[in-house]
T-cell receptor
Framework: AQKITQTQPGMFVQEKEAVTLDCTYD???????LFWYKQPSSGEMIFLIY??????QNATEGRYSLNFQKARKSANLVISASQLGDSAMYFC???????????????FGKGTKLSVIP | ETGVTQTPRHLVMGMTNKKSLKCEQH?????MYWYKQSAKKPLELMFV???????ENNSVPSRFSPECPNSSHLFLHLHTLQPEDSALYLC?????????????FGQGTRLTVV
């Protein structure tokens, strides 16, 4: 069974600094996708970035980049130039390339609460 | 307007009540989901509906009953809930089950069972 581990319950970062949120995953399946979501206090989960297991380059989306180290099974999120609006919960998630119903499932980690300090 | 809309946003219900959560997606997606988010726990997938099939997590108690009348609407019927069912219930949708297909979430219903 797949598993996502986020070891940082909470993180603080100074405004305009960069921060790395850790995520490790466990699967024996060679084909999978990794996602990061942001959840502000309003509750909605907002998609940030995606990395496929066969992608050769690390994914980037604006201020977000994913540090993908396949051998170590890690997919850390890097947020550059932090802003006050980045304060939120951040979740790492994984989907496997099943052919059956299980391919719908996103498995989430417990999340990291990021607080940006002015 | 958000792509996935959930109502109500907040719900307080007694253990003997019957209530329903509603979700509507305006994205033309083919799959819809119910997730449960409890404090200090990972999001837990409860049910999936797609064009082809319904999939459920076998650990979900029968006091939760989903209904998907069409591809745009999803309900979660609640009856005789327990206090431990208090949580944020999130609805999501996705275009398909492609590996890189992101799920779009609603803002959730904060449920409190008293």
């Amino acid at each position: 069974a797949q598993k996502i581990t986020q070891t940082q319950p909470g993180m603080f970062v100074q405004e305009k600094e960069a921060v790395t949120l850790d995520c490790t995953y466990d699967t024996s399946d060679p084909s999978y996708g990794l996602f990061w979501y942001k959840q502000p206090s309003s509750g909605e989960m907002i998609f940030l970035i995606y990395q496929g297991s066969y992608d050769q380059q690390n994914a980037t989306e604006g201020r977000y980049s994913l540090n993908f180290q396949k051998a170590r099974k890690s997919a850390n999120l890097v947020i550059s130039a932090s802003q006050l609006g980045d304060s939120a919960m951040y979740f790492c998630a994984m989907r496997l390339a099943y052919s059956g119903a299980g391919s719908y499932q996103l498995t989430f980690g417990k999340g990291t609460k990021l607080s940006v300090i002015p | 307007e958000t792509g996935v809309t959930q109502t109500p946003r907040h719900l307080v219900m007694g253990m003997t009540n019957k209530k329903s959560l509603k979700c509507e997606q305006h994205l033309g997606h083919n799959a819809m989901y119910w997730y449960k988010q409890s404090a200090k726990k990972p999001l837990e997938l409860m049910f999936v509906y797609s064009l082809e099939e319904r999939v459920e997590n076998n650990s979900v108690p029968s006091r939760f009953s989903p209904e998907c009348p069409n591809s745009s609407h999803l309900f979660l019927h609640l009856h005789t809930l327990q206090p431990e069912d208090s949580a944020l219930y999130l609805c999501a949708s996705s275009q398909d089950r492609g590996l890189g297909t992101e799920a779009f979430f609603g803002q959730g219903t904060r449920l409190t069972v008293v």
